[in-house]
């Protein structure tokens, strides 16, 4: 298919934290257990996106005004795979410009930002090449949700608003394992301004990436038990969040980080991506939740720093402690404020 015309448009999309943990997948980004996710607020990436005819496929990628050129490669990889979907790319000429909200190694999922912002833009191209009028349907993030997965697992879940499932339950028969879906209705609303302070307690490049830690979970002989643990997981928490069982809610989420690095651990090669701070500031989390009652608790990417979450409504009994205890842990006292969000948006440029 050759392009006639060019084409451009705008998004900004959210990073998310995942409550319930996506770890290991196969086949084509499929993942080997089904995951649910807060969607963040104030950790976005912006992509502008330029489409011009061409002899054949190419991409030009610009990250905060530099040029990008090993992160180009692997786009250029991901744009060649879907092609058979999207045959307008292999006449494309792809330019792209791209901001960050947060900085690099900050415990934020900056591929879940950048790859759903990339999806939401394609396919928004794709309706224009096709004359379609752009609309913000449940087919357009059905879509957008299926391409951002092909680029990078978690990014399926932030094309969708405050609170996204991706991976069929073997318990409900519920989900899809091709593309996120909402799950925020008839939600408690004691989560729809879930507050999340991401502790900064070390900016290192991590020894093990994802993508290699998600490989290790095919030799892992936990693999089979905690693919059934995380189903059972997600079905409960569904449940507590809908009746606003906190206990529950805070039980499950923590089990899950900590059943994430328990994983890594038993991993073959094994390897621990949490520092000594992260457990003093799991400790203190647990400690200042059971002597004042108050509904805080933590999880954690695959990395080393605390997302720790509570009701907006508790933010003012919680960030002063946060700022004399934990905050002094952190490095250079880093925390970035955030909190859940109402998804993408298509911007103006």
Same mark, same amino acid.
């Given at each position: 298919m050759t392009l006639k015309q060019s084409y451009s448009t705008a998004w900004k999309s959210p990073s998310n934290i995942a409550l319930v943990k996506y770890w290991g997948k196969f086949g084509r980004q499929y993942p080997s257990n089904p995951s649910i996710s807060f969607t963040l607020s104030e950790a976005y990436s912006n992509?502008?996106?330029?489409?011009?005819?061409?002899?054949?496929?190419?991409?030009?990628?610009?990250?905060?005004?530099?040029?990008?050129?090993?992160?180009?490669?692997?786009?250029?990889?991901?744009?060649?795979?879907?092609?058979?979907?999207?045959?307008?790319?292999?006449?494309?000429?792809?330019?792209?410009?791209?901001?960050?909200?947060?900085?690099? &190694?900050?415990?934020?999922?900056?591929?879940?930002? #950048?790859?759903?912002?990339? *999806? +939401?833009?394609?396919?928004?191209?794709?309706?224009?090449?096709?004359?379609?009028?752009?609309?913000?349907?449940?087919?357009?993030?059905?879509?957008?949700?299926?391409?951002?997965?092909?680029a990078s697992g978690s990014a399926a879940r932030s094309v969708y608003p405050f609170l996204a499932r991706w991976g069929v339950s073997t318990i409900s028969n519920k989900g899809s394992n091709n593309h996120a879906d909402y799950v925020g209705n008839n939600i408690d609303p004691v989560f729809s301004d879930y507050k999340n302070s991401i502790l900064i307690l070390s900016s290192a490049t991590k020894s093990v990436s994802s993508s290699a830690g998600h490989r290790l979970m095919a030799g892992n002989r936990f693999a089979s038990?905690?693919?059934?643990?995380?189903?059972?997981?997600?079905?409960?928490?569904?449940?507590?969040?809908?009746?606003?069982?906190?206990? &529950?809610?805070?039980?499950?989420?923590?089990?899950? #980080?900590?059943?994430?690095? *328990? +994983?890594?651990?038993?991993?073959?090669?094994?390897?621990?991506?949490?520092?000594?701070?992260?457990?003093d500031a799991v400790r203190a989390i647990r400690s200042f939740r059971e002597e004042n009652d108050i509904?805080?608790?933590?999880?954690?990417d695959a990395g080393p720093n605390i997302h720790m979450l509570y009701p907006a409504s508790c933010a003012g009994q919680v960030e002063p402690w946060r700022d004399t205890v934990l905050r002094p842990l952190c490095e250079g006292g880093r925390i970035i404020e955030d909190q859940v969000g109402q998804g993408p948006q298509r911007i103006s440029f």
């Open positions: 992509l502008v996106m330029k489409v011009n005819p061409a002899d054949r496929l190419s991409c030009r990628l610009e990250f905060h005004g530099q040029r990008e050129t090993a992160f180009e490669e692997r786009i250029l990889r991901f744009l060649e795979s879907i092609q058979d979907d999207y045959p307008w790319l292999e006449h494309a000429s792809i330019d792209m410009s791209s901001t960050n909200s947060f900085p690099h &190694s900050a415990g934020i999922a900056s591929s879940a930002s #950048a790859m759903s912002a990339l *999806a +939401l833009c394609l396919v928004d191209i794709d309706q224009q090449i096709q004359h379609q009028t752009w609309e913000d349907s449940d087919d357009f993030r059905q879509r957008s949700s299926e391409v951002a997965r092909l038990e905690r693919f059934k643990q995380a189903n059972e997981n997600l079905e409960q928490l569904i449940l507590a969040m809908r009746q606003g069982d906190m206990p &529950s809610f805070i039980r499950i989420v923590e089990e899950e #980080a900590l059943t994430l690095h *328990a +994983l890594m651990m038993t991993s073959s090669p094994s390897y621990i991506l949490m520092e000594p701070q992260t457990i509904p805080v608790c933590f999880t954690l």
